[in-house]
């Protein structure tokens, strides 16, 4: 069974950084793709931001330019480094690993941004 653990959420103020990690209990090349998603309080959860095997990176517009997707394959762990982080940003993120038509998910590391 797959599993991935997300860790590094916390309590930021807007304008700081913050990096949460996935580590998959798989060879990340295995899947198709990881991404990852968020969802905020009263909401469904949305896309954020997504790596495929070949290392092609998408982004959703709400965060294009101020996250990052990146992969260390020797850990087997997708990180998503965010910069310029505002309230809006305030969510549980969830990892989703991609293979076919299956997908895994990750229990969420709750971030949130407050002042």
């Known amino acids: 069974q797959v599993q991935l653990v997300e860790s590094g959420g916390g309590l930021v103020q807007p304008g700081e950084s913050l990096k949460v990690s996935c580590r998959v209990s798989e060879n990340i090349f295995n899947f198709n793709s990881v991404a990852w998603h968020r969802q905020a309080p009263g909401k469904e959860r949305e896309f954020v931001a997504s790596?495929?095997?070949?290392?092609?990176?998408d982004y959703a517009d709400s965060v294009k330019g101020r996250f990052t997707i990146s992969r260390d394959h020797t850990k087997n762990t997708v990180y998503l480094q965010m910069n310029n982080l505002k309230s809006g940003d305030t969510a549980v993120y969830f990892c989703k690993a991609n293979i076919l038509s299956r997908h895994y998910w990750g229990q969420g590391t709750r971030v949130t941004v407050a002042s």
């Open positions: 790596i495929n095997v070949g290392g092609r990176t």
